[in-house]
């Protein structure tokens, strides 16, 4: 799949979201993505990565943020393939510079700046938006064929 794919004739089934503004929450997100990519028949090593992944964009809505966000985990299909999709959407304060997160070593916090090159590395799709200079969204999607 593309980095940016074509969503045109997705359709979702599955979909839960979960407000982030502690770590008990982030928690909550890691274990509800590793459950619903088992549900949808993702392979263990996949089904962790989407875990990990969850997990990377409800921490930085706890560590990066004024006041945490939200984390959707929707089940997606399209001709031929199983997917599952991640939003990450907050009001602030904002991505400055959304290439330069992508890369290793990069943080604005206390971390190593791994995390979202991480999600990159793991996911098939990423795309982040900044609207207003605050509202982040961040999309990634993983996908297996099913045929």
């Not at 088992?38 to 989407?50: Q, T």
């Not at 602030?92 to 510079?97: A, H, L, N, S, V």
């Not at 971390?111 to 605050?134: C, H, N, Q, Y």
Request: proline share 1%; hydrophobic share 35%.
């Amino acid at each position: 799949m593309s980095e940016t794919g074509d969503n045109a004739f997705t359709e979702k089934y599955l979909e839960a979201t979960i407000e982030v503004t502690n770590l008990v929450h982030v928690a909550n997100v890691q274990t509800k993505a590793l459950s619903f990519a088992r549900k949808l028949c993702f392979s263990d090593i996949d089904a962790h990565k989407v875990a990990t992944s969850a997990s990377e964009l409800a921490s930085n809505l706890v560590y990066h943020t004024l006041s945490g966000g939200t984390i959707t985990i929707c089940e997606l299909r399209k001709k031929g393939y199983v997917g599952i999709e991640l939003i990450s959407n907050d009001s602030g304060p904002g991505i400055k510079d959304a290439e330069r997160v992508l890369v290793d070593g990069y943080s604005t916090g206390p971390g190593l700046g791994s995390g979202l090159s991480a999600v990159k590395r793991m996911m098939d799709e990423l795309e982040i938006s900044v609207t207003d200079d605050t509202n982040t969204c961040i999309i990634t999607r993983l996908w297996y064929s099913c045929e």
